[in-house]
C-alpha cells in the first residue's frame, strides 16, 4: 500500500495496487513550492519517504512520522555544507534499518502526516489533512510501504 500526495493538486490518495482507497485534500507548508532544503524553511519535502513514526495523540491529534530527510537529501545536505559526515551517515543508517533519521539537524525533520485542517497552507512542512480523513489513513498505518511526495 503507498501513499500519494501531488503537493500541486493539494491532493492524498492512498492506493492498493491500482485501487484508491482514500482520496482527500491536503494543506502543506506555508511556502509550499519546491522541496524542503533546511530547517525553517516551510516547505514539504518532495520524495519518497516510509512511515517512521507514529503518535496516536500528537500535537496536532494523530500523527505519521515520515522519514525526512533522505539519503539523497542528507548528501545535498552535505555539499551545500549543512550537514557534516556523521549526519549524512546517521541519516544512511537509518533508512538501512528503516529507523528515523535524524531530525536535528540543519536539513530539519519532524514532517508528519497529521491532522489539522486542510483548507490552507498553514504547516512547518507538514501534510494536514481534515480529521476524519486522517482517522481513515491512521487505521491502515501499518500497511503502508511508501509516501510519495510529488511537486
Known sequence: M???IQKARRMLELRQAD?????CPVGLGREPAGPKEREGDGRT???TYYICLVK????YGKSLGLSYPSPEEAERGLAAGLIDEAARDAVCRAWESRTRPPWGTALGGEIYLHEG?????WTQGCIALEAADMARLFE???EIDTVHILP
Open 56 to 59: 496516536e495523540a500528537g500535537k
Open 117 to 121: 485542517g486542510a483548507s490552507s497552507d
Open 140 to 142: 491502515r498505518w501499518q
Open 19 to 23: 485501487r484508491v482507497l482514500l482520496r
Open 2 to 4: 503507498e501513499v500519494w
Open 45 to 47: 519535502p518532495e520524495g
